[in-house]
């Protein structure tokens, strides 16, 4: 099995450093190609690419896409599978690869993902959302419908639960990425992928036996754009409205603020770790609430007045959302 790997990059920093690293520490492993595709880096990115071993090809900045930008760079390789990553991942373990690419023995796998790991200080309430996703525990799982099954049989939950899949660090068949490419999609595009992978008949499996340290230092508010971008998504692709109106996003904020707040609280964090973390952590419920809510509505691609509102709304937000 050939295998080829691929990062899209941008002002990097330091970081890549770490992450390269540990792509070189991998066991037994020579890529067939390493691919980055850079959007107008000018940290030194690039330089630290090509001295990695990198083929790197630049974008301008305004053409990045997170579907069409991977796209591009998959293009330039030949592998069997290909290894997405993203910049600030880091993988955990020399037999990393060897567990991800296992599952491939099974000719239906389409594409597998992994766990993530928070880097040391992340957000206590975003630490605990991050180690409970997907919530499939330390173990491979594969997801499949029945044969004959439409997808639209299950709830939407369940719809995204078949069809979830993660490229901040995954491998993907190529032969189905040549059926299914990821862009143009501004947001998600690993989720459609799955979608799509899973409404042909294919397997989407979790390797929850392997890893990757990866999370981000974000504003509340920046966590809420994200939401509202997400949830935009998710509505359009499986129906999923978690906040349907005004009540349920009060009822939302209020049951959210205690729920987190309280987990914070029985952290036993110092005075003022802890005050800092319970201003963010109210921040974060209220715009993640609205994030919800907005997103879900934006997705729903109304007409008229609140229609035209929430498409602005919608490129408003996602600006500056890489």
């Known amino acids: 099995m050939r295998i080829s790997l691929v990062i899209p990059t941008w002002n990097a920093g330091p970081l890549l450093e770490e992450v390269l690293g540990a792509v070189s520490a991998l066991d037994g492993v020579v890529f067939h190609e390493k691919v980055a595709v850079d959007s107008g880096s000018t940290d030194g990115t690039v330089e630290r690419l090509r001295e990695g071993g990198f083929e790197v090809f630049g974008i301008p900045p305004g053409d990045f896409d997170h579907g069409s930008t991977r796209d591009r760079g998959i293009r330039a390789t030949t592998g069997d599978v290909v ?26 796998v389409a594409g597998v993902w992994c766990r993530q790991v928070p ?3 992340c957000q206590p309430v975003l630490d605990r959302r991050i180690r409970g996703w997907p919530g499939r525990g330390e173990v491979l799982s594969k997801r499949k419908l029945e044969p004959g099954q439409p997808l639209t049989d299950l709830a939407p939950f369940d719809q995204l639960m078949h069809s979830a899949f993660d490229n901040v660090a995954s491998v993907i068949r190529r032969s189905v990425w040549e059926r299914f490419p990821l862009g143009p999609r501004r947001f998600g595009e690993d989720v459609f992928f799955g979608k799509r992978c899973i409404e042909a008949g294919l397997t989407i499996a979790h390797q929850g036996e392997a890893c990757v340290i990866h999370s981000h230092d974000r504003s509340a508010w920046s966590e809420g754009k994200r939401t509202f971008c997400d949830h935009r998504n998710l509505r359009r692709l499986f129906g999923l409205v978690g906040i349907p109106d005004r009540a349920a996003l009060r009822a939302a ?30 921040a974060y419920c209220k715009w993640q609430c609205w994030g919800q809510y907005l997103g879900a509505e934006a997705g729903a691609d109304r007409g008229g007045l609140r229609g035209a509102w929430l498409r602005w709304l919608g490129r408003r937000l996602e600006r500056g959302i890489g």
């Open 83 to 108: 290894v997405m990553l993203v910049q600030d991942a880091t993988i955990q373990g020399a037999d990393w690869l060897a567990k991800m690419v296992a599952p491939f023995e099974d000719a239906d």
């Open 119 to 121: 880097r040391p200080g």
């Open 253 to 282: 904020i209020g049951q959210s603020t205690k729920e987190h707040c309280d987990y914070v609280e029985s952290l036993g964090l110092p005075p003022g770790d802890l005050a800092a973390a319970l201003q963010w952590t109210r």
